[in-house]
DNA sequence: TAGATTGTTAATCGATTAACAATC
DNA sequence: TAGATTGTTAATCGATTAACAATC
């Protein structure tokens, strides 16, 4: 570790724009395959034209939480990758709870890309008794009614949602009432939290419409991809 | 339908930014409730706080597609929703076609949001033929060699990507090929792709990855909290 | 009519890009 | 040293908010 990663957290003073945390999770993914390739340095250009973005943005974006970089020479792929995991809060596990074992909890569950990130999926819970009792690749589901007893035994700071709309908001409430400090929200409502506790809605559905959005008005808008 | 409807198609001129786009299904999402609560009516006040926006940006939203509210009442709440519909482009039934089977692919296979919302599961195709040939949630999965062929014989402009992240890029590649005119990937990778055809990314993991660097920094930035 | 809420303009705020001195 | 690329400043661009006349 050099000098580098110790220095200035966030010299913009005010918060962190959500877009270049997000993009930040974005250059942490082409450097770990630049990193399988064989690289051993990157530099902003190179990083912008993997993503579409311009070199300056890369160098802004990355000028917010220190000096990770060398002139004349670019970001060394470890220095950064680990750097930006630091970050990201990816450098240590977090454990992450599951609500709603059907379709989409399951294979949730079983999504490998988790656990290679630093999430482990320690227990799923369901309403459903005839599911609970049972392991859904590998994780153990039990009945939601012990997620607050379950919750004082270890530590889960992650949750994930993937019940049915109408259930949702309890689901949610239970969580925060377990502790838990960040939601994932599967199920296609906006759900209302206490400030203290972080959550971002993911709606499947949503994400098609914005595609056929995009497709039935491509010819205007030059830009209409955007990976997240 | 009234005049409203009607009225001019994007009066700020330019393309319209990707974030009123994707506003304009939440609020979609938002007058589906309140239909299903029985109200016929809404306004700008009342979506906003739903939604956590001010009213200005609800008003700003909707007056780039037209004018579809009544001054002193608000929005009616069928003939608002059926006109973000269109402008969505899901007062069509779109068909969809899956490409990779594995736990991700049979879970999106059966969600049954795509299909409330207009999309239709059409067929899967994976490479492994030991899944082909059977149905998952009832829609049939086919040999990968299959899709230019099967693209033939229906209308399909959007597929989806589910297959490990080595594979995404071939993958999406042949979808092109079949005349896909928009792609939803899910593998943890980003595709290039011609101009023409137009895709989102959606990275599972990348989601948790955003949820821990706000739970880390929650006291900063008030406003953590995102849906899509 | 009085009250409410729109659509829109102008003001503010924030994010992206271009340019370049500093640095290796 | 000459060449390359950073970090950062200033300029540009775009998006959000506040305010209000127009309208039902």
Redesign the interface.
């Known amino acids: 570790m050099t000098d580098a990663t110790k220095k200035g957290e966030n010299p913009g003073e005010g918060?962190?724009p959500?877009a270049v945390?997000?993009r930040?999770?974005?250059y942490?993914?082409?450097i770990d395959?630049l990193v399988r390739d064989g690289h051993n340095t990157t530099n902003s250009n190179q990083l912008g034209k993997?993503?579409g973005f311009t070199d300056a943005q890369v160098r802004k974006d990355l000028a917010y939480f220190g000096h990770f970089g060398y002139p004349g020479v670019g970001y060394r792929c470890d220095e950064l990758g680990g750097a930006i995991r630091k970050?990201?809060?990816?450098d240590q596990q977090?454990n992450?709870v599951m609500v709603g074992v059907g379709?989409?909890g399951?294979?949730?569950l079983?999504?490998k890309?988790?656990q290679?990130?630093g999430?482990r999926m320690l227990a799923a819970f369901d309403t459903d008794l005839s599911k609970t009792g049972t392991q859904v690749?590998g994780v153990p589901v039990y009945p939601l009614d012990n997620l607050s007893e379950f919750a004082k035994g270890h530590t889960i700071?992650?949750g994930m949602i993937a019940v049915p709309a109408t259930a949702a908001q309890a689901v949610a409430d239970r969580l925060v009432a377990a502790g838990v400090?960040?939601?994932?929200?599967f199920a296609?409502?906006?759900i209302s939290?206490p400030?203290?506790v972080?959550?971002?809605?993911?709606?499947?559905?949503?994400?098609?419409?914005?595609?056929?959005?995009?497709?039935?008005?491509?010819r205007?808008?030059?830009q209409?991809?955007?990976?997240?």
Chains 1, 2 share one sequence.
Do not use: C, M
């Open positions: 918060p962190v959500k945390v997000n930040l999770s974005l942490l993914r082409e395959h993997l993503l970050i990201l809060g990816t977090w992450v379709n989409l399951r294979a949730l079983g999504y890309g988790f290679q990130r999430f690749e700071r992650l400090e960040g939601i994932l929200n296609p409502i906006t939290l400030d203290r972080v959550h971002t809605g993911v709606d499947l559905a949503i994400e098609l419409e914005q595609l056929s959005f995009s497709v039935l008005n491509r205007n808008e030059d209409a991809s955007v990976d997240s």
